[in-house]
């Protein structure tokens, strides 16, 4: 049976909540009212006094990025199914390729393992681990033809993924003209690497080394450094895992400042703090090892929910990627070593009701937005996901604002040890789960199937981003200013500093290709080379300073116009 | 009597000089370039530089320069206060007092002296180029030269902080020299310079330091110290640093953050410039640009046809001079260094700073002469020669609104410093760049001008007071660099470097009267009030009614110590304070997955963390070094996937230390 009707809910959307029934037929939602008109025999869902919600989406997942060869505990099966089981119905997975494979292969490799365990709707992100020469051609076949439009550029990881700056603005160019976004790690690697060293050499190797060479300046120094590039590239940035009020402070500065940037706090930075990191429980302190890592500043998860209350943050994340306690142990002697990754695509949806709507910094349908809503229209599956309405895909959640549970390891639905949320107290929870108009979750009972989750592909150029990039983009032409030929007397430059002759040759040759108008003489070119090598180049003082006199005599043209 | 006077305001604050910003534009003909070319007053001046024989037998009316500024004639204020008098103990012929020692005997009369903390009236005497007392009613030998200050302002002398008087571009250098320039220093109030010395990329610090050592022992007029900029940071660079501090009185350095391919630094470098010069106590001056953004919108801007001047600050928007003082913040704050940013340009940038030093970093700014007294509309200017004169990097800022904004932060104490990143070309050597932006020697005029400017922006608008005009000036660059209190402060035994400043002189800054040697002034037609009548450097009087008597080569180094207490005081005690401390807990005993050695991700990196020859003394068994190794070929390095994952379950049975603690 397909079809199924929802009786009496009150169906909350970003923008309002209404009471009406919905009828669900073929995985799409039907009918939305009253008194509705529909075929006899068929499941009907009692929702009196529960909220409806359009099914979460969590926009950063890694079930199956490996980590020095370590795959995460919870696959794309075991992931999928927590993600049902606390109220997420589409989830959009991080592809990571190994450096040296192509883009498009890891691609398909994820598509593989995904299309044969997911149990709920999923698309993917495309990590760029190293910028090489035909990175374009390989973004533009992804976004032509596998339905992807968002890529993740690491500021971290030196000497592994990280990316200089020039890197970054060649790969925002790309992505701009792609019409795709541009993701951000931000943190600055190369700090990171020395405090790492100099950690190790004090003799620091416990967890707690982790977050005391992640100082959270170093994530804010490197978000707004990615804001400047992608402001100079005109390109919409989005900055994953938020973990710092620092970080979210400069995003927040920058939108007022007219950057398109968005950002993502994710369930830990939102749920936990990093005080954890100085547990006396080794495999504790470990569990909570992530990059950026969670705060030590206990006010942070307040702060970030009242930012993402505010509009300030506008999409929350999970960036779920767990690893069992033994792998984790590979670096009980060395910190750098500690797979990253925390849970959090369960709890996800529990902990941001109990952050910000218990605690009455947002309203129901801000929720919607910053679970489902925001996502589904920056990653461009809007109104397919994310809203509540004819036509849109039934996925869909029955959230009921009185329940309360504990989180707990005993009780979460993965495969590690620790659960970093242990012990807090939810108010509100899914109580019947809906993933293509098949009920998943009813009363505590997970029904999945491995499998059954599609691929959503996903357009370029989406609206809620795009317009205004493309608004700039007419704008920010610049002009040069149109003056008279310089005639004046140039003074002769000797080939002589050898620093200097290369870049500037390099510099000066594309503006020697079209050079505006070579119907004067150019005295420029003609009066002297920069290249080859001259006698007396070992000599960096001027051996001569030869004023030209122009043919013709002087013109006015330096004086005041 | 001592009382201090009530200080005086002018307008409210913030508010702006009238007609500051109208008379920017102003009469070029008069000094275009080719009125240039022929013969004018001052190519004869220059020519008695270049001939070098500077000495005492020459008369005030032949090396003196008559300054042509208009100055509002002493008629105008003599009933108000009565102007200079110097008097001279045997009549006018003892001019300079050739042929006795008399000479370096100098008593300031009825002078207000003005110190960063207070100001009081006291006569002041000057002996052997130093300040040997204060107070009234002194008991100074007969036949003294008196200058009867009547009661206006004797301040300590300016020091310039920022200035490139021999910087190579292109193989060419300014057209100003440490002659030209600390000239034109002396006739602006400032009677110190801290010269930057640049060594090219690829030459040693030491053979380019002693370089612009002799350089300026020949011809530096006015005293003088030197920075030694980081052009590259190569093996054996520890060495020459280690020299330079020790035994050479270098205490700051400069590292770069913009100039792609040349002058830039990487993050990691920069990491471990700023750790090694912090271990010997040096103070770390940053160029901050991002030069890889900066390189690349080059590119884009010479693609689409633009060559001018304008190019030049479309390359390099303020945001990237932002998000680079950011991130040297950043580092240095990691480090627990003390940072200097230099020239700052923008409104985000000094933003930045004042932001920064809320939250506790040791960070200090040094606006310039042109950030401070102009803006960068003129890089859009018709006349190309004009536009060219204004190029600096960072660029000036496109948005009138800068000035201001600096001045204010400035007399709020977020920025602290003045500079003036001295380094004019002339317009023949500007116009190399004359068809591609990116040539353009970089550098702007601001020597002569730095007092001036600064007391019309800030002390005329009412923005600050004469103390804090002193601090900016002159105080806080002594203790900075470490020079106070022999520069920086009118006390007993400080060098008698002194100012009788005037702030009722209204002077027009015009490049047909100043005394750089550039076609061009980015000041040009600025009217300025406050001006110095007298300037006495190392006890002599170089500058008065606006005559310069000078000699080349006058000026000594003055060598500087490591570990100023105004910076390392509070370094050294964070130091104690924020030292890092790891947890002791028990040793993990639970499982530990099996690692399949796959090199091809993580290995090289970790395998070189945690192996430095340094490992620490290993009182505890290892377990990491004995349970696996990380280096070294395995059979299945070609295979990515783990391959067997194997729980080692440790013997003596599981301990409960993995449980929920």
């Not at chain 1, 397909?2 to 909350?12: A, S, T």
């Not at chain 1, 089981?85 to 994820?110: F, K, N, Q």
């Not at chain 1, 959230?399 to 659960?419: G, Q």
Request: charged share 20%.
């Amino acid at each position: 049976s397909d079809q199924l009707l929802i009786k009496g809910g009150k169906i909350v959307n970003d923008d309002q909540s209404f009471y009406a029934d919905i009828y669900v037929e073929d995985g799409l939602i039907r009918q939305i009212g009253e008194n509705l008109t529909v075929p006899g025999d068929m499941k009907t869902i009692d929702a009196y006094g529960q909220l409806v919600l359009p099914g979460g989406i969590d926009v950063h997942t890694r079930l199956q990025t490996p980590v020095m060869g370590l795959s995460p505990a919870d696959d794309f099966y075991q992931g999928t199914r927590a993600a049902l089981a606390g109220g997420t119905t589409m989830i959009i997975d991080h592809v990571c390729p190994d450096a040296g494979t192509s883009l498009v292969a890891a691609y398909e490799r994820w598509r593989g393992s995904a299309g044969g365990q997911a149990c709920c709707d999923y698309s993917l992100h495309v990590d760029i681990p190293r910028w090489h020469e035909s990175l374009r051609e390989e973004l533009e076949a992804l976004v032509k033809d596998k339905g992807v439009n968002s890529f993740l550029v690491f500021m971290a990881y030196k000497d592994k993924l990280q990316c200089t700056d020039a890197q970054m603005y060649e790969i925002f160019c790309i992505i701009r003209d792609l019409g795709a976004i541009a993701q951000v790690h931000a943190e600055n690697g190369d700090i990171i690497d020395e405090e790492q060293k100099r950690l190790l050499e004090l003799g620091i190797t416990g967890p707690e080394g982790h977050v005391l060479s992640r100082p959270e300046e170093v994530e804010a120094e490197a978000v707004y450094r990615a804001i400047t590039i992608a402001k100079q590239a005109n390109c919409p940035l989005y900055v994953t895992k938020v973990m710092s009020k620092g970080a979210a402070d400069v995003l927040a500065q920058a939108k007022r400042k007219g950057t398109v940037v968005y950002g993502e706090p994710i369930t830990a930075s939102l749920g936990t703090d990093g005080s954890h990191y100085w547990s006396k429980n080794w495999a504790k302190a470990a569990a909570f090892v992530t990059s950026p890592p969670i705060s030590p500043d206990p006010s942070t998860p307040e702060h970030l929910s009242s930012l993402l209350s505010c509009g300030d943050l506008q999409v929350a994340g999970s960036a779920h990627c767990t690893f069992t306690t033994a792998q984790k142990a590979v670096g009980k002697d060395n910190f750098t070593l500690i797979p990253e990754g925390t849970n959090g695509i369960e709890e996800r949806m529990s902990i941001i009701w109990e952050k910000c709507v218990v605690s009455g910094k947002m309203d129901e349908n801000g929720f919607v937005a910053v679970t489902s809503t925001n996502a589904a229209k920056i990653f461009n599956c809007y109104p397919r996901k994310g809203r509540i309405a004819l036509g849109a895909d039934a996925d869909l959640v029955l959230w009921n604002p009185k329940a309360t549970r504990i989180i707990s390891a005993k009780t979460h639905n993965l495969n590690v040890e620790y659960n970093i949320f242990e012990g807090t107290e939810c108010h509100g929870a899914p109580t019947v789960v809906i993933s293509q108009g098949r009920v998943v979750l009813e009363d505590g009972n997970l029904c999945v199937t491995q499998g059954s989750g599609r691929f959503i592909p996903r357009k370029t150029f989406p609206d809620f981003v795009y317009k205004r990039i493309k608004a700039r983009n007419r704008l920010a032409e610049i002009h040069g200013v149109p003056r008279g030929l310089y005639d004046g007397p140039v003074h002769e430059v000797l080939t002589s500093t050898r620093a200097m002759a290369p870049t500037s040759a390099a510099r000066i040759a594309p503006c020697a290709g079209k050079a505006p108008a070579p119907a004067v003489r150019n005295l420029h070119q003609s009066g002297f080379s920069l290249s080859g090598s001259q006698a007396d180049d070992h000599i960096a003082r001027r051996t001569a300073q030869k004023i030209m006199a122009p043919p013709g005599g002087r013109s006015n043209i330096t004086s005041l116009s | 009597t001592t009382a201090q006077t009530p200080r005086q305001k002018y307008g409210g604050m913030f508010a702006s000089v009238e007609g500051a910003y109208e008379n920017k534009t102003i009469d070029f003909d008069a000094y275009s370039v080719g009125k240039k070319g022929s013969r004018t007053p001052r190519s004869g001046s220059r020519h008695d530089m270049l001939d070098g024989g500077d000495n005492y037998s020459e008369t005030a009316s032949d090396i003196s320069e008559v300054s042509g500024s208009v100055i509002s004639s002493p008629g105008d204020r003599e009933d108000k206060t009565p102007g200079v008098e110097i008097k001279y103990p045997m009549g006018k012929e003892l001019l300079q007092g050739q042929d006795n020692g008399q000479s370096d005997r100098l008593l300031i009369k009825g002078g207000r002296i003005i110190n960063d903390d207070h100001s009081f009236y006291a006569d002041l005497y000057l002996e052997d180029g130093l300040i040997k007392q204060i107070g009234e009613n002194l008991i100074v030998p007969g036949g003294v030269k008196t200058i009867e200050a009547n009661g206006r302002m004797v301040i300590p002398g300016g020091i310039d902080v920022n200035t490139y008087l021999q910087k190579p571009c292109h193989g060419m250098t300014a057209v100003d020299d440490f002659y030209q320039g600390t000239k034109a220093a002396l006739a602006g109030g400032t009677t110190m310079i801290i010269d930057h010395v640049l060594p090219e990329p690829g030459s040693s610090l030491l053979t380019s330091f002693e370089k612009w050592h002799e350089a300026a022992d020949t011809k530096s007029c006015c005293d003088y110290s030197l920075h030694v900029d980081i052009s590259s940071w190569y093996d054996g660079i520890r060495e020459e640093l280690e020299i330079l501090v020790q035994d050479k009185g270098v205490n700051s350095f400069q590292v770069y953050m913009a100039y792609k391919d040349l002058y830039q630094m990487s993050d990691s470098q920069l990491y471990e410039a700023f750790t090694f010069l912090k271990s010997l106590g040096a103070v770390i001056l940053v160029h901050a640009e991002n030069g890889d953004l900066i390189a690349q919108e080059q590119k884009r801007i010479l693609e689409m046809g633009i060559t001018g001047p304008e190019g030049h600050a479309l390359s390099r928007p303020e945001e990237l001079e932002a998000e680079a003082v950011f991130r040297a913040i950043t580092i240095a704050s990691r480090i627990n260094c003390p940072v200097y940013i230099t020239k700052v340009m923008s409104k985000s940038a000094a933003d930045i700073i004042a932001l920064a030093r809320k939250k506790g970093p040791l960070v200090f700014g040094e606006p310039i002469t042109a950030s401070l007294g102009t803006d960068g509309t003129h890089y859009w200017s018709k006349n190309w020669a004009k536009a060219a004169a204004f190029v600096t990097s960072p660029p000036l800022s496109p948005d009138p609104t800068t000035p201001d904004h600096l001045n204010s932060l400035l007399a709020c104490g977020d920025l602290q410093v003045t500079g003036s990143g001295h380094c004019p070309y002339s317009t023949a050597q500007k116009a190399i760049g004359k068809d591609n932006f990116t040539m353009i020697p970089e550098g702007v005029n601001g020597i002569e001008e730095r007092m001036t400017v600064v007391w019309d922006k800030a002390v005329a608008t009412g923005k600050m007071d004469e103390s804090q005009f002193v601090a900016v000036t002159s105080t806080n660059a002594a203790k900075i660099f470490n020079l106070y209190p022999r520069k920086g402060r009118i006390a007993v035994g400080s060098d008698a470097d002194v100012v009788i400043w005037d702030p009722d002189k209204v002077k027009t800054i015009t490049a047909k009267s100043h005394k750089s040697a550039v076609e061009y002034n980015i000041f040009e037609g600025m009217e300025c009030h406050g001006a110095p009548l007298v300037v006495i450097s190392q006890g002599k009087i170089v500058f008065e009614d606006g005559n310069l008597h000078v000699n080349k080569g006058m000026g000594r180094f003055i060598p500087r110590k490591p570990f100023p207490e105004y910076l390392y005081q509070r370094i050294k005690i964070r130091n104690k304070v924020g030292g890092l401390q790891g947890v002791s807990r028990g040793m993990y005993d639970g499982p530990v997955y099996e690692i399949p050695a796959t090199p091809k991700y993580a290995t090289p990196a970790p395998s070189t963390k945690c192996s430095p020859a340094k490992n620490q003394p290993p009182p505890i068994r290892n377990l990491h070094q004995s349970n696996f190794s990380l280096s070294g070929a395995q059979i299945d390095d070609n295979n990515p996937r783990r391959t067997g994952h194997r729980i080692v379950a440790p013997p003596g049975g599981r301990s409960n230390i993995t449980s929920l603690g």
